[in-house]
Each structure stands twice: as C-alpha cells, then as structure tokens.
C-alpha cells in the first residue's frame, strides 16, 4: 500500500469531493491534523493517477479553482519518493 500525505500541497479533508475531482483507486484518508491521504495498491496505480488527472486537467478551463488543486496535488504525486523511484 502507497500512501501519498498532501498536507505539504495544502490539501485537507474531502477537497477531491469538493471540487468534483477523481479519487484515486485506493480512495483516501484523513490524517488526525486534517490532510488529506492518497491511498494507492502501488507506484503504477499511483502513475496511472496520474494521467487521469493530466487528462482532466486537460478539460478545464485555466482559471478554474479546479486546475489550481488539480496542478497542486499532481505536483504532491510526483514528489513523492517513491513514485520518483518508480519513474526512473
């Protein structure tokens, strides 16, 4: 199990839900301080988030509040050690 903590992004409780965006297949948590965790099987699942998060990126407007979060939490994904680990 890959849990990826997004406090670092400024995510908290149920953004994803908020703004309407794709959950990750393994769901996700809150943290006792309120950051939101992304749970994943593994890095591929993790990767593959990842590209559906690029193509809903891609449907929505620049000036979205969407696309900020969006941008945010694909940045906190490729951050993450071990999803580097995987990509090189």
Same mark, same amino acid.
């Given at each position: 199990? %890959?849990?990826? #903590?997004?406090?670092? !992004?400024?995510?908290?409780?149920? *953004? /994803?839900?908020?703004?309407?965006?794709?959950?990750?297949?393994?769901?996700?948590?809150?943290?006792?301080?309120?950051?939101?965790?992304? %749970?994943?099987? #593994?890095?591929?699942? !993790?990767?593959?988030?990842?590209? *559906? /998060?690029?193509?809903?990126?891609?449907?929505?407007?620049?000036?979205?509040?969407?696309?900020?979060?969006?941008?945010?939490?694909?940045?906190?994904?490729?951050?993450?050690?071990?999803?580097?680990?995987?990509?090189?």
């Amino acid at each position: 199990m %890959l849990k990826i #903590d997004t406090a670092q !992004a400024g995510f908290v409780g149920n *953004v /994803l839900q908020n703004f309407n965006l794709p959950a990750p297949s393994g769901g996700f948590d809150t943290e006792v301080n309120g950051s939101l965790i992304l %749970l994943f099987e #593994d890095e591929q699942e !993790a990767v593959a988030y990842l590209d *559906v /998060l690029e193509d809903y990126a891609a449907k929505l407007d620049g000036t979205s509040p969407e696309k900020t979060f969006l941008d945010a939490l694909v940045l906190a994904i490729n951050n993450d050690e071990f999803v580097q680990a995987y990509l090189q």
